[in-house]
């Protein structure tokens, strides 16, 4: 257990170390489309040239507290060349809010839909050519995210809204099973992909406000909030760098139901604290990171844009150069595309003005030191009652050091050390009381990011 553990984080490791980009933002394109309101933007898995959208004739105001859905939608269309061309529409008549694949079978497909006032989910096995006209888990209640839990064939978690419960269910939807833990509705939800035991589930403040959270698969369930009183929970985004780190966007409702945008929120231990990090005054829609390189990630921000970070969330820049002004993004995507030496590519939906494409997002904040000039050393390796790091750095900066056990636990911090240009030495001694074991150190400030595998005896 322990070397597969210590396997898994040395392949994380090794994709964020070896990669290295020269940090050129481009411009946002119009995909040349008729398109109403997007309310789905995915890929497959299994087949990252395969885009998905919802789509909508009509607005719904998500922002409201109780969501009105239309009677009827658009159902989706499908790409399956990167977006150069798309199918004619299918599960027409219907609103679909999310899209999931089995990860046992990549050609059955669950779509979450509703029509005329029901929720439930449609089937396809055939990667979505062809959709079942019975809805499975048919209900008043909307079922407004999908995700599959990877180790066990058949389970799914769902977040809805109508309803003071989220779903459940064990065999593909044909039965689906109210979870009562906590007074919630829901909007969003993510499992971890390092751990899947790991479940995390967004309330949306319209009775209680925090994150559920599971570390033991489902058998029991913890309530957290301190950072996120009061506050709505649109997205929520598992690191799949480090099991402890995850993204939500918020924003909150006044008495008088009046929407205050709250930004982006992050814990680096495993949601049970939170702190604000970008884009404070905006709705946050929607946060993706990129599938092989998770240091990179984007966030759809309402009337703000599109914001990107580099390091993990740390810091962002926003990127909103040919999005049209006055405009709110609700959706963003990163497909596992290879990426060039200007960044990676991103999808942005912008509600009501179509699908938009940069194949150049990435931030200006300069990792290239990290790469070529900056170094760090940890000794003695295995350690015991102190570390010692050696830091060469070709620039000072203010930098924070923090610990991490394998389940994403941060054990110790080391904050605000100045690391001055040239050579460093660094005591780290608070480390004599952590049991034996591997646990992951991590550098960071605004020019560096360095992470290192250390291992106790």
């Known amino acids: 257990m322990f070397i597969n553990t210590l396997r898994s984080a040395l392949i994380i490791l090794i994709i964020l170390t070896t990669s290295h980009y020269n940090l050129i933002p481009q411009v946002w394109h119009k995909i040349d489309l008729e398109l109403g309101y997007i309310t789905v933007l995915k890929t497959l898995e299994s087949s990252p040239n395969t885009i998905i959208m919802g789509l909508n004739a009509f607005p719904t105001d998500f922002k409201i507290a109780n969501v009105q859905f239309n009677t009827f939608g658009q159902g989706i269309i499908i790409s399956n060349d990167g977006g150069k061309s798309w199918s004619a529409p299918l599960l027409d008549g219907y609103t679909v809010l999310d899209i999931a694949q089995s990860p046992d079978n990549p050609d059955l497909l669950f779509a979450s839909v509703t029509q005329l006032n029901r929720g439930g989910i449609i089937k396809s096995t055939d990667a979505g050519k062809n959709w079942h006209e019975n809805i499975l888990c048919d209900a008043q209640y909307k079922i407004m995210k999908i995700a599959p839990k990877k180790d066990k064939n058949g389970v799914f978690y769902s977040s809805a809204v109508e309803i003071r419960d989220f779903i459940y269910t064990s065999d593909y939807f044909n039965k689906c099973t109210n979870i009562k833990s906590f007074d919630i ?13 790991y479940i995390f589930i967004a309330s949306d403040g319209l009775y209680e406000s925090g994150v559920i959270y599971t570390t033991d698969g489902g058998n029991t369930w913890k309530k957290s909030e301190n950072g996120l009183e009061n506050k709505r929970i649109h997205t929520i985004l598992a690191s799949s760098h480090r099991v402890g780190l995850l993204y939500v966007g918020c924003d909150s409702l006044d008495i008088f139901k009046n929407v205050h945008g709250k930004g982006i929120f992050r814990s ?12 404070d005054g905006a709705i946050v829609w929607d946060i993706a990171e990129h599938p092989r390189y998770p240091k990179f990630i984007a966030a759809a921000c309402g009337n703000q844009g599109v914001f990107v970070s580099a390091n993990l969330g740390a810091y962002w820049e926003q990127f909103n150069n040919g999005l049209p002004e006055n405009s709110e993004v609700n959706k963003i995507l ?25 194949e150049g997002l990435n931030t200006s904040i300069d990792f290239s030191y990290q790469l070529k000039e900056f170094a760090m050393q940890v000794q003695p390796l295995p350690f015991n ?8 750095s070709p620039v000072e900066a203010v930098c924070n050091i923090r610990i991490y056990d394998m389940l994403g636990i941060n054990v110790l911090d080391y904050p605000n050390l100045i690391v001055k240009s040239g050579s460093n030495f660094v005591q780290i001694e608070n480390v004599a009381e952590l049991p034996p074991g591997a646990y992951i150190l991590i550098l960071t400030s ?9 291992l106790k005896n």
């Open 334 to 358: 990163i497909p596992d595309w290879d990426t060039t030496a200007s960044g990676f590519t991103a999808f942005a939906a912008v509600w009501g003005e179509g699908l938009y494409v940069t």
């Open 185 to 197: 509705q829901s909007r969003a939800l993510a499992i971890s992909k390092l751990n899947p035991d």
């Open 446 to 454: 605004d020019k560096f990011y360095k992470s290192q595998i250390i």
């Open 385 to 392: 009652r102190q570390l010692n790091l050696s830091i060469v």
């Open 268 to 279: 680096e231990d495993t949601g049970r604290t939170w702190q604000p990090v970008i884009a």
